[in-house]
């Protein structure tokens, strides 16, 4: 995974947008994003991917595959969306498995998009409440594990009043505060 900040500047969401200024991992840490390197294996035994989901108490997981002919006419609302800045109440936790894309987070306080480049083999633990987006880049496929603990909380809860007073943002602030 790369990590670097986003140019802020206009054009495609799927380009890099690579400001040049790389970000360092002791920032992603002070943020609670969560981040480890794990060669897809071939033979589709995923004892290390296995080993975090259970150190973490993640018990489920489905398989989602992106792409472009797959959603047809939808594929650029569905990008539209993913890219809107939202929050989860519960962890957002992927595996990628083929392919790549971009999860770019807010960093705090500052507000600065801090784009993560995700390539086949990165696992990514964003923390419930952070603020953040996805989108997919020009290769226009991705295939990733979804992990979660008991039930799938996918909604995403686009950024606005509500959020900012909404308890698990509350509580992500909190934690955050004493790293
Ligand atoms: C999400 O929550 O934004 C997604 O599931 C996007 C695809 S997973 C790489
Ligand atoms: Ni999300």
Redesign the pocket.
Known sequence: MRAYYFDGLPGDQRLLHDSGNLVQPEVLKSIGVLHWHIPVPADGQYDAVDAVAKERGYKNRDV?T?TKEGLGDLYESKLKS?YEEHMHEDE?I?Y?LEGS?FFDVREHPNDSWIRCQLDAGDLMVLPAGIYHR?TLDEKNI?K?M?LFKDEPK?TPHNRGEATDTNSYRLDYLKSIAVN
């Open positions: 989602i992106i993913f957002e992927r990628i894309g996805f991705i990733a979804r996918w």
